[in-house]
């Protein structure tokens, strides 16, 4: 990667949490965001706020866990492990979203009582077990909740979606958000009814086959890194 690449991701990445924020999906300083890069990944620093976070103040960071920059996310054991284990996957992104979290507070997994649950890539949005934050363990427990999955709940704490782009693990944060207020509510009126497995393996096959929610121009973007047109 250049370094012009390398600044024009950097630039993505402070755009993503700032949107992160703006969207309602996250608050203050909570939450951390990765980007997959040659040679490890760069990772938003801890305890920063995003409107003031400036290019330089991303950390670089590699598989065995030594970094360049200031302090890395408390959460950087999970952000190592996914991108290592997950190769499906170039961008992890962790946030507090009111309605996620208030199902993760109750270690609620998100059953397929709505089609849209097939958006993370399975049956279920699972929860994963509480750990403290920014353990060994925590990152353990979000690996076994994301077994085939691109988003997973943690217990007492919030959610965390992957996704190729980084475009496209912010949708996927919004859309599990979504689903957990969807949820939520439907609860309010006793637990809803799933959808069966086999219409489950139905949704996620034509999920697949026409690359839902995706524009149909960001069809071909596997890239995380697209330079920035300066006019
Ligand atoms: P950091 O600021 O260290 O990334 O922590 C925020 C957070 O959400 C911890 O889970």
Redesign the pocket.
């Known amino acids: 990667m250049s370094n012009d690449q390398n600044y024009a991701l950097r630039i993505e990445m402070l755009e993503t949490c700032r949107r992160m924020n703006a969207s309602g999906i996250n608050q203050g300083?909570?939450?951390?965001l990765s980007v997959r890069t040659e040679d490890g990944f760069l990772l938003?620093p801890?305890?920063m706020p995003y409107d003031t976070m400036r290019p330089e103040d991303l950390v670089e960071m590699d598989f065995n866990g030594t970094y360049v920059g200031p302090r890395p996310?408390?959460?950087w054991r999970f952000h190592r492990d996914i991108l290592r284990e997950r190769k499906d996957v170039n961008v992890v992104l962790?946030c507090?979203s009111m309605y996620a979290t208030t199902l993760a507070c109750h270690h609620k997994t998100i059953p397929s009582f709505h089609y849209m649950t097939g958006v993370a890539g399975g049956t279920t949005i699972r929860c994963a077990g509480y750990a403290t934050?920014?353990t060994q363990e925590l990152s353990d427990n979000a690996l076994v909740a994301l077994k085939d999955r691109y988003a997973c709940l943690l217990g007492q704490?919030?959610q965390i979606s992957l996704g190729k782009t980084l475009e496209r693990a912010l949708w996927l944060a919004c859309e599990v958000e979504t689903l957990s207020r969807m949820y939520l509510q439907a609860l309010t009126l006793g637990e809803p009814p799933v959808l069966p497995d086999d219409e489950m393996e139905r949704v996620i096959e034509q999920m697949r086959r026409m690359s839902y929610g995706r524009a149909p121009d960001r069809d071909e973007v596997t890239d995380v890194a697209r330079p920035r047109q300066i006019a």
Do not use: C, D, I, R
């Open positions: 300083m909570a939450g951390n938003t801890s305890s996310s408390s959460e962790h507090h934050f920014g704490h919030g």
